[in-house]
């Protein structure tokens, strides 16, 4: 069973910075593309962040381009959010998802999800 738990989340002023990590147990790691969404209240969950399985490829949302950098470390199976220059509207639960990098289509894992909150 492949488990994904998101940490790191927390309440910060805008303009700070925030860093997210995602661990994942139960599978291999190293063959799953991952990514970062997020849901801000009262909207739908949205698209961060995706990086391949080398960590050879990575795309943004425009939202956060130049801002946000995902990495991740295939030896602590887990992968990073690195969040600078924080707005407000980045306030949002922040979800982690895996799915098998020789294919495209939806997230099969999920975790549980990390609160950002940014205030002004």
């Known amino acids: 069973q492949v488990q994904l738990v998101e940490s790191g989340g927390g309440l910060v002023q805008a303009g700070a910075s925030l860093k997210l990590s995602c661990a994942v147990s139960?599978?291999?790691?190293?063959?799953?593309?991952m990514a970062w969404f997020r849901q801000a209240p009262g909207k739908e969950r949205e698209f961060v962040t995706t990086?391949?399985?080398?960590?050879?490829?990575?795309r943004y949302a425009d939202s956060v381009k130049s801002r946000f950098t995902i990495s991740r470390d295939n030896a602590k199976n887990t992968v990073y959010l690195q969040m600078n220059s924080l707005k407000p509207e980045d306030t949002a639960v922040y979800y982690c998802?895996?799915?098998?990098?020789?294919?495209?289509?939806?997230?099969?894992?999920w975790g549980q999800g990390t609160q950002v909150t940014v205030s002004s």
């Open positions: 998802a895996a799915r098998p990098a020789d294919r495209g289509g939806q997230y099969d894992y």
């Open positions: 139960g599978g291999t790691f190293r063959s799953y593309r």
């Open positions: 990086i391949s399985s080398s960590g050879g490829n990575t």
